[in-house]
C-alpha cells in the first residue's frame, strides 16, 4: 500500500470511529497533533465550563458555595469520586477524590504499613516511577528502618517489563506490604493485577497499586480484584488539568481503619464542624481525606468526567487499542529501517495506552518532532511515548505522526538538536 493509500485507510477508519463526536469537545490546536495525553491530557469545553461555573459560585455566593450554588463544594469530592468508581471497578463509598498521587500514597503506606518482628519490608519494583519509592523510602525513614535493606525492588529482566512470576518469588515471609505500578510508565506494561493480588493475600500480605498511567485508559476491578488500596492522578487519560486533585481507592473490608494521617476532612459529614478534639472518621473511603478541598483544581473533573460517564471505559479502551495497534503496524511497516524499536507490550492485554518507541536519538527525534508541530514525550534512556488518546486522537492524527516521523529520519531533521532532554521532558 502506497503512503497515500494508507493515509486514505485512516480517513476511512475515522469516518467509522463512534467516538469521533468527542474530538470536537477538546481545545486541540489548528495544526498540531497532540501525543502526549499519557503526561497530561487536553483541556476539554466541559471541564472550562464546571471551572467557570465554580468560579462563578465563588464570586456570587462567597461562603454559601459550600451548599449552594452549581456545584457545591461540601460534597465535591464524593461527587467525582462516584463518576470515579466505574472506571477502577469500585463501589462509590470506596473511592475518594483528595490530595495528589504522592499524598495519598504516603496516606496509604501510613495507613497499611504495618510492620512487626520479622515482617518489616515494602516490596516494590525497579521500573516504577520515582516519586512512589521517594515516598516508600520516606515512610520507612519514618519507621526508624533503613530503605537500604526494608524496601525491596524487583528487578526486570530486560529494562522494559517485569514477570508476574518475579514479583510473586519476592514475596517472602518478611515483606509487609506491596506497592505496585498498574501500568508501567516507560514501557506501557499493564501488570497481571488479579494474579497478583491473590498471590498476596495467599502470602497473608497486603497489597496496593499506582494507576497514574492505567486510569481512564484501562479497565479495572479493584473490588472484584479484592485490591487492598490504590491511588492515582486524574490529569493524564482522565483530562481534570494540570496539578488536579488525585484519586484514591479503599477497599471496604477495610473500612473503619483508622488513616496513618488523619485531619478534619476525613470527618464523618455530620460531625465535621462540631470542633471536638476527638474524630469521628467517616465510615467509608472518606476518611483518608485529610485537608479542605481544593474546589477549583477539581472543578474541572467535573466537567471531564461527564464524558467518561457517557462514554464508559470499555468503549475507551476499545478505540485506544485500535489506535495503538494501528500505529505499531505503521511503525514496523516504516518506521523499523531507522532504528526504531518498539519498546511496549504487543498483546492487548498486556499493554497500556501509549506507545515507546525506542531510539538512540531518542532526545532529539522528540525535539525534531515538537518542530514540526507533534508533541510527544521523552523518557530516559531513550523512548519517544506517544499516546494517541480515545477522545481526542485520530487514525489519521497517527498516521501523519508516523508520516512525520519518517520524514524526519530521512531528512535527518533531529541532527540540528542536542539528544538531551529538555528541563521538562
Not at 131 to 136: E, P, R, V
Request: hydrophobic share 40%; with cysteine; glycine share 8%.
Amino acid at each position: 500500500m502506497t503512503l497515500q493509500a494508507k493515509r486514505t485507510d485512516a480517513v476511512a477508519r475515522d469516518e467509522h470511529d463512534a467516538l469521533s463526536a468527542y474530538r470536537d469537545e477538546f481545545y486541540l490546536q489548528p495544526g498540531s497533533i497532540y501525543m502526549d495525553g499519557n503526561s497530561l491530557g487536553l483541556l476539554s469545553k466541559r471541564a472550562e465550563k464546571t471551572l467557570l461555573e465554580s468560579l462563578s459560585d465563588w464570586k456570587e455566593l462567597g461562603i454559601d458555595g459550600w451548599m449552594k450554588g452549581r456545584h457545591p463544594w461540601f460534597e465535591l469530592s464524593e461527587r467525582l469520586a462516584a463518576l470515579n468508581a466505574p472506571l477502577v471497578g469500585a463501589q462509590a463509598e470506596e473511592v475518594m477524590v483528595t490530595g495528589s498521587t504522592t499524598v495519598n500514597l504516603h496516606q496509604l503506606v501510613a495507613t497499611f504499613f504495618q510492620p512487626t518482628e520479622g515482617r518489616d519490608k515494602i516490596l516494590a519494583d525497579a521500573l516504577t516511577f520515582p516519586s512512589d519509592i521517594y515516598a516508600l523510602q520516606s515512610q520507612l525513614r519514618l519507621r526508624g528502618l533503613d530503605p537500604e535493606t526494608h524496601l525491596v525492588q524487583v528487578p526486570s529482566r530486560d529494562g522494559r517489563f517485569l514477570e508476574e512470576d518475579d514479583i510473586i518469588a519476592a514475596m517472602t515471609d518478611d515483606i509487609a506490604l506491596i506497592v505496585l505500578p498498574a501500568v508501567l510508565y516507560r514501557s506501557g506494561q499493564i501488570l497481571d493485577m488479579e494474579r497478583l493480588t491473590k498471590a498476596a493475600h495467599d502470602r497473608g500480605i497486603l497489597i496496593g497499586f499506582d494507576g497514574c498511567h492505567s486510569v481512564g485508559a484501562v479497565p479495572h476491578a479493584f473490588h472484584d480484584w479484592g485490591v487492598d488500596f490504590a491511588y492515582w492522578c486524574n490529569y493524564k487519560h482522565l483530562n481534570g488539568g494540570p496539578g488536579t486533585v488525585g484519586g484514591l481507592f479503599v477497599h471496604e473490608r477495610h473500612f473503619g481503619t483508622l488513616p496513618g494521617l488523619t485531619g478534619w476532612f476525613g470527618s464523618r459529614k455530620d460531625k465535621q464542624f462540631d470542633m471536638d478534639h476527638t474524630m469521628t472518621p467517616a465510615a467509608h473511603a472518606g476518611a483518608f481525606q485529610i485537608g479542605t478541598p481544593h474546589v477549583l483544581s477539581l472543578a474541572p473533573q467535573i466537567g471531564a468526567l461527564e464524558m467518561f460517564d457517557e462514554v464508559g471505559i470499555e468503549a475507551v479502551r476499545t478505540k485506544s487499542l485500535a489506535l495503538t495497534q494501528y500505529m505499531m503496524e505503521l511503525v514496523e511497516q516504516e518506521l523499523t529501517p531507522y532504528g526504531f524499536v518498539i519498546g511496549n507490550p504487543i498483546d492487548d492485554k498486556r499493554r497500556g495506552a501509549h506507545l515507546s518507541l525506542e531510539h538512540p536519538e531518542a532526545a532529539r527525534i522528540c525535539k525534531a518532532l515538537k518542530e514540526n508541530r507533534i508533541i510527544p514525550d521523552f523518557r530516559a534512556p531513550n523512548i519517544v511515548r506517544l499516546a494517541p488518546v480515545a477522545l481526542y486522537n485520530t487514525f489519521t492524527d497517527v498516521y501523519d505522526v508516523v508520516a512525520t516521523l519518517k520524514r524526519i529520519m530521512e531528512d535527518k531533521e533531529y541532527e540540528r538538536f542536542a539528544n538531551e532532554r529538555e528541563v521538562v521532558a
